[in-house]
């Protein structure tokens, strides 16, 4: 079952995760410890994936 506070927190969801995928592939920032650019592909497909499922997830609480 889905909470209030989940449904609260889902439209900050997606801003946090490309925030955090850009820190990760920032060298000027991160240098040596940026992630390489396989990692980044993983990263990116997967907050790809996680912003379609939260989308999916307020569709259909909004749908009843």
Not at 2 to 30: E, N, S, Y
Not at 41 to 56: K, N, R
Request: aromatic share 6%; charged share 10%; net charge positive.
């Amino acid at each position: 079952a889905v909470t209030g506070v989940q449904t609260c927190a889902l439209p900050i969801f997606p801003f946090i995760l490309v925030f955090v995928m850009r820190l990760a592939g920032d060298r000027k920032l991160l240098g040596p410890l940026a992630s390489g650019p396989i990692l980044l592909g993983i990263g990116w497909l997967a907050t790809a994936l996680l912003i379609g499922m939260s989308l999916v997830l307020v569709a259909t609480r909004l749908a009843g």
